[in-house]
Structures are given as C-alpha cells and as structure tokens.
C-alpha cells in the first residue's frame, strides 16, 4: 500500500545518516522506495542532531534535506500534549522506543495514513 504522508521518527533518520548504524541498510532501501511526503515533528529535528552531535557533516547533510524540503514537520499543538501524555500512560508497561512508537503512530492516526519505524510501513 502506499501513503500518501507518513510520519518518520528519529531513529529512522539518523539510521539512514549514519552508515555506522545497524539500520543503515534499511533506512536507505525505505528511502530510495518511499514516493510519501515525508513529515515528522520538531522534537524529532532536535533528536537527530542530538544523536548526530559527533558527526557533524552528517548533521549538515541533514540540515541540508531539511532546508530542501525532503522532510516537512508538525507543530505539535498546545492540546497535544494531553494526548502525548494519556499514550504515555496507556503504553507506560514497553520499553521506550516501543512505546514511543506505539504512542506515535496512535497520536498521529488521524492526520497521517502511515508511519514509518526502522523502514516498516503500518
């Protein structure tokens, strides 16, 4: 099936960025199949260059996509938090990336027809 947006998280970016990452491989064949527009968050922005602090030329070919519209990123919203917080309850009993991806792809339903976690469509 394919989606017309899908919502991308961290570890997926910093995957396809970093060659030294175990997921490189599947974050790059995601990325050269993906027709999506590829939309993520601001968190998610301050996370990859976070987790990319050491290599700073793969923070700058980030910042590169960013600034050429590869990727397109929602607001989070003041009443989102709300919602951020009654997933982080429900899920509270994963491991976190777990749970964070279980929380995302739940917030995000209603806007997004997709998500997208370590190159896996749901």
Request: hydrophobic share 40%.
């Given at each position: 099936?394919?989606?017309s947006?899908?919502?991308?998280?961290?570890s997926?970016?910093v995957a396809y960025?970093?060659v030294?990452?175990?997921y490189?491989?599947q974050a790059?064949?995601?990325?050269a199949?993906?027709?999506s527009k590829?939309?993520?968050t601001i968190?998610c922005?301050?996370?990859?260059?976070w987790?990319?602090?050491?290599?700073?030329q793969l923070?700058?070919?980030?910042?590169?996509?960013?600034?050429?519209?590869?990727?397109e990123?929602?607001p989070?919203l003041?009443?989102d938090?709300t919602r951020?917080?009654e997933?982080?309850?429900?899920?509270?009993?994963?491991?976190g990336?777990?749970?964070?991806?279980?929380?995302?792809?739940?917030?995000?339903t209603?806007?997004y027809?997709?998500?997208?976690?370590?190159?896996?469509?749901?």
């Open positions: 099936m394919t989606y947006e899908i919502l991308v998280d961290t997926l970016i960025y970093d030294e990452d175990k490189h491989d790059c064949n995601f990325f199949s993906c027709s590829l939309v993520t968190p922005f301050t996370e990859v260059m987790l990319l602090a050491s290599k700073t923070q700058n070919n980030f910042l590169f996509a960013v600034a050429n519209k590869i990727y990123y929602e989070l003041l009443e938090f951020i917080a997933l982080n309850a429900q899920y509270a009993d994963l491991p990336d777990e749970c964070r991806f279980i929380a995302n792809c739940d917030f995000r209603s806007r027809c997709g998500y997208c976690y370590f190159g896996q469509r749901f």
